[in-house]
């Protein structure tokens, strides 16, 4: 059995015991799961994020406003596909690569609204940054 030695968690104070080479080389910190993920450098949601900016939940909708006006075409694209969903003119096939059922419509022309590709989540991103890297 492995030697154990105690420790003061760093986070609530409790006295707990772990293993000794890491208590000794400072890599035991906590005294928990709980402890250590109220801690973590990967808990850097909202303004815990150092890139955090304030949101733009205020600026929401500017930010859409501009995007409709930049892009008409995408928005058109998109609600045709969603009203023929809707009608039931369209249906949902699975991703063409993958299978998978949670899919999202791609158009490959925003001037043919109903000619779409479904694709998962991943795929459909991997082909937009695809479709960027040839543009750049």
Not at 13 to 32: L, N, P
Not at 44 to 73: C, F, M, T, V
Not at 115 to 123: E, K, N
């Amino acid at each position: 059995m492995a030697k154990t030695l105690p420790f003061k968690c760093q986070k609530c104070g409790v006295q707990s015991e772990g293993r000794a080479d890491r208590v000794a080389s400072g890599r035991t910190k906590y005294c928990s799961r709980a402890c250590s993920g109220a801690v973590s450098s990967r808990n850097q949601a909202g303004s815990a994020n150092p890139n955090w900016k304030g949101g733009i939940s205020e600026d929401y909708y500017h930010y859409k406003k501009i995007q409709k006006l930049r892009y008409p075409e995408r928005l058109k694209a998109r609600s045709a596909v969603h009203y023929a969903l809707k009608a039931g003119n369209l249906e949902r096939q699975p991703c063409e690569i993958c299978g998978k059922t949670e899919v999202e419509a791609h158009h490959e022309d925003y001037s043919e609204p109903l000619q779409v590709r479904w694709l998962c989540r991943h795929h459909h991103r991997e082909i937009h940054i695809e479709e960027t890297r040839n543009v750049l």
